[in-house]
């Protein structure tokens, strides 16, 4: 069974700068591409990073990714209190041909 | 602006049936994949099933294959998801989202609001 695994919190204050990690056995994170996603309380999810570290329009370059072998991170600089909410990697699992998504990170802005 | 509105959600029974639908507009819809997200009370986003632009490939996680179907019309610029032998742990909001390609493998691009799904037993 393909899992990647996330913090299941994290937390930080204004203007700080935050990571999340997102690990994954072998057969899916060293040859997939990974994207993040946010969820925040009462709307839609949003990707925030998809192909590894291309973002949609729209999307601040306040949200950046980074992968390293079966690692990947996604990193948010100057944190503001409507990042409180959500996060997750998700990545492409070709032995099986589904994505497969973290558990998720619920980020705190304190 | 890329669009994309589900419909269809609402209340079954264990058991029953039900068919979900996104409405895309804003882009060329026949040149993209799409697929079906979902997320349960409590838990997190679950990708469940995926298409390719033209209907050949479809994909589905082991908890719903077998019981739901995707499928789309192009001309009418909407995706279906048919869910059928529901139990109570289908309850959940119910995304579509736009792939960045025509194919389901590439990359989860623009969400929509989504529809909620309640099983009672």
């Known amino acids: 069974q393909s899992v990647l695994t996330q913090p299941p919190s994290a937390s930080g204050t204004p203007g700080q700068r935050v990571s999340i990690s997102c690990s994954g056995s072998?057969?899916?994170?060293?040859?997939?591409?990974v994207s993040w996603f946010q969820h925040l309380p009462g709307a839609a999810p949003r990707t925030l990073l998809v192909d590894n570290d291309k973002r949609p329009s729209g999307v601040p370059d306040r949200f950046s990714a980074s992968r390293s072998g079966t690692s990947a991170s996604l990193a948010i600089s100057g944190l503001q209190s409507e990042d409180e909410g959500d996060y997750y990697c998700?990545?492409?699992?070709?032995?099986?041909?589904?994505?497969?998504f973290g558990g998720g990170t619920r980020l705190t802005v304190l | 602006e890329v669009q994309l509105v589900e419909s269809g959600g609402g209340l079954a029974q264990a058991g029953g049936s039900m068919t979900l639908a996104c409405v895309s507009s804003g882009y060329t819809f026949e040149n993209y994949a799409m697929h079906w997200v979902r997320r349960a009370p409590g838990k997190g986003l679950e990708w469940i099933s995926g298409?390719?632009?033209?209907?050949?490939?479809?994909g589905y996680a082991d908890s719903v294959s077998g019981r739901f179907v995707i499928s789309r019309d192009n001309a009418k610029k909407t995706l279906f998801l048919q869910l059928s032998s529901l139990t109570s742990d289908d309850t959940a909001l119910y995304y579509c989202v736009k792939d960045i390609n025509s194919d389901y493998d590439y990359g989860l691009d623009v969400w929509g609001q989504g529809t909620s799904v309640t099983v009672s037993s």
């Open positions: 072998i057969s899916h994170l060293r040859t997939s591409t």
């Open positions: 298409i390719d632009w033209n209907s050949r490939r479809r």
């Open positions: 998700a990545a492409w699992d070709d032995s099986v041909d589904v994505w497969v």
